[in-house]
């Protein structure tokens, strides 16, 4: 049976962890410029419903370097469940590549594509998640903080795809997690409630940015309109202004406290220069650890380690 990455909610906590072994390995051989061409001959359709920089790069530069190719689709290209059926592009492409990357609208779209496909499809952000994203992140903080005892993870601002990412980590890894949204702007209930029930990490859901950071040993944020919801930016720039991270709010985090950021970042509103550019934030190591751990998800989902 051929397995995908489509939410961290579908990997046990000794699958993650397996993950950042082989991360760690293929980081340091990336870092050494040591040749690891574990999926050579192979090659991987990337789909691209939404712009991104990040994520085309990381993947399109990770299996290079794996050995492999691939192939990037522009939103222009497949017109995936408009100019195509979802069900025929997944069987067209399982005939063509060993593997899939979709970055797609409808989080049920990407769940139909692995449905159909016969190879293993890797899901590069849906209206829903991000679970490439939060893995790199955890992964970096593991590598600032070596272990994760008593963790204190603040997230303020849209519950969106990557606060839902974050909450499936929570519910496989052991953390103090904190969603900070204004009302009406929370995380999905159900992930909510199915982290809570598996009593792994503390979850809370607050609305006053002050007091959600205190003790926080991290303070992560992202963009207040995400891919998709351009039209409401102007309305929910109102409501969010009192979430920005900013110095005033990073003082009532710990003075050691990380900034994380998943990037693209709207400077001067939801998180100022000189917090993104503080000694406190590990975004670009976080940007970094994208292409480590995808490469990882992408070997052994292939069965090459
Ligand atoms: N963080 C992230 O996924 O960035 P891109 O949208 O640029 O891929
Ligand atoms: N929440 C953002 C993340 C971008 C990487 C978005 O979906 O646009």
Same mark, same amino acid.
């Given at each position: 049976? #051929?397995?995908?990455?489509?939410? *961290? ?29 574990? $999926? ?16 085309? *790069? ?6 290079? @370097? ?46 139909? /594509? ?17 679970? $490439? ?19 204190? %993870?603040?997230? *303020? ?11 499936? /980590? ?7 997690? %904190?969603? $900070? ?19 792994? =990490?503390?979850?809370?859901?607050? =609305? ?5 950071? #205190? ?10 309109? =995400?891919?998709? @919801? ?13 979430? @920005? ?16 950021? $998943? ?17 406190? =934030? *590990? %975004? ?8 480590? %751990?995808? #490469? ?7 069965? #090459?380690?």
């Amino acid at each position: 049976m #051929k397995k995908d990455f489509l939410s *961290i909610a579908d990997y046990s906590k000794d699958e993650i962890l397996r993950l950042f072994d082989i991360t760690k390995e293929l980081k340091d051989k990336t870092r050494r410029k040591e040749e690891h061409h574990l $999926c050579k001959g192979l090659s991987m359709s990337m789909i691209f419903a939404k712009p991104s920089a990040r994520t085309r *790069i990381s993947f399109e530069t990770g299996m290079y @370097q794996l050995g492999g190719y691939a192939l990037y689709l522009s939103p222009a290209d497949i017109g995936i469940g408009a100019r195509e059926a979802i069900k025929d592009i997944a069987q067209v492409i399982s005939r063509y590549n060993d593997i899939i990357m979709a970055r797609l609208f409808a989080h049920a779209h990407i769940l139909e /594509l692995a449905k159909y496909a016969t190879v293993p499809v890797i899901n590069g952000l849906t209206d829903y998640n991000h679970p $490439c994203q939060v893995m790199a992140d955890i992964y970096t903080v593991l590598e600032h903080r070596t272990n994760l005892n008593d963790l204190k %993870v603040v997230f *303020i601002g849209d519950g969106n795809n990557v606060a839902n990412s974050w909450i499936n /980590l929570a519910a496989k890894l052991p953390m103090h997690l %904190v969603i $900070c949204s204004p009302s009406g702007y929370e995380p999905d209930a159900g992930t909510l409630q199915y982290a809570r029930s598996q009593s792994i =990490s503390t979850i809370e859901i607050l =609305s006053d940015p002050v007091s959600a950071v #205190k003790d926080a040993d991290v303070v992560y944020t992202d963009v207040w309109a =995400s891919m998709g @919801q351009e039209a409401e930016a102007a309305k929910r720039k109102k409501i969010f202004i009192p979430f @920005q991270v900013n110095s005033a709010l990073m003082k009532h985090a710990r003075k050691d406290a990380y900034v994380m950021h $998943c990037l693209p970042a709207h400077r001067g509103d939801e998180i100022t220069d000189e917090v993104i550019d503080s000694a406190q =934030s *590990i %975004v670009f190591d976080e940007a970094e650890n994208r292409m480590h %751990v995808q #490469k990882a998800i992408i070997v052994k989902l292939l069965n #090459k380690m």
